[in-house]
T-cell receptor
């Protein structure tokens, strides 16, 4: 089955800097890669996703890149703000079950 | 309002006392799933369902049961809860379309369970 690894587990950046979170997956059949943001005490919420037929996707300050050959995908947040502080999860699915990374706790210091 | 709801939101129980956590969605989604979230382990899938009367095991199904008798509901049943099932549980749903499970999942608010 699919196995997703996520790094780093914690990340601290200064406000205005960029943050990068990386994930690798094992199943070459995986075709959908969402990223979720979870604030303290809240449910995970989708922030961006990418499908296997696309290499990069951007939405304002957030971008995701996918390297199918290397089986890894990354989340990039530019011009970070304190409200970006949260736990971020990557995930991969090969059509039926969705596997999540262990999460990255991002702290943006004002 | 399109949403996924779960009940109860918080539950304290004792070992061996059967319990059910309900999950309901009003988006006519075919796919529904249950996850548990534990510190350092992320979200692990317990069971999922691709349609009515179709359920499959996820990563960590032991000690849990599910049923999908109606499209909108997907209850999680713990027949004999144990302390290692203390966790935060999330229900999620998504469309199926051509990509089956490869669609955006919408999460419920979570159920925090403590088994003594």
């Amino acid at each position: 089955g699919e196995n997703v690894e996520q790094h780093p587990s914690t990340l601290s950046v200064q406000e205005g800097d960029s943050a990068v979170i990386k994930c690798t997956y094992s199943d070459s059949a995986s075709n959908y890669f969402p990223w979720y943001k979870q604030e303290l005490g809240k449910r995970p919420q989708l922030i961006i996703d990418i499908r296997s037929n696309v290499g990069e996707k951007k939405d304002q300050r957030i971008a995701v890149t996918l390297n199918k050959t290397a089986k890894h995908f990354s989340l990039h947040i530019t011009e970070t703000q304190p409200e970006d502080s949260a736990v971020y999860f990557c995930a991969a699915t090969n059509n039926n079950d969705m596997r999540f990374g262990a999460g990255t706790r991002l702290t943006v210091k004002p | 309002e399109a949403q996924v709801t779960q009940n109860p939101r918080y539950l304290i129980t004792v070992t061996g006392k059967k319990l059910t956590v309900t999950c309901s969605q009003n988006m006519n989604h075919e796919y529904m799933s249950w996850y548990r979230q534990d510190p350092g382990l992320g979200l692990r899938q317990i069971y999922y369902s691709m349609n009515v009367e179709v359920t499959d095991k996820g990563d960590v199904p032991e000690g849990y049961k599910v049923s999908r008798k109606e499209k909108r509901n997907f209850p999680l049943i713990l027949e004999s809860p144990s302390p290692n099932q203390t966790s935060l549980y999330f229900c999620a749903s998504s469309q199926m379309g051509e990509r089956k499970g490869g669609e955006t999942q919408y999460f419920g608010p979570g159920t925090r369970l403590l088994v003594l």
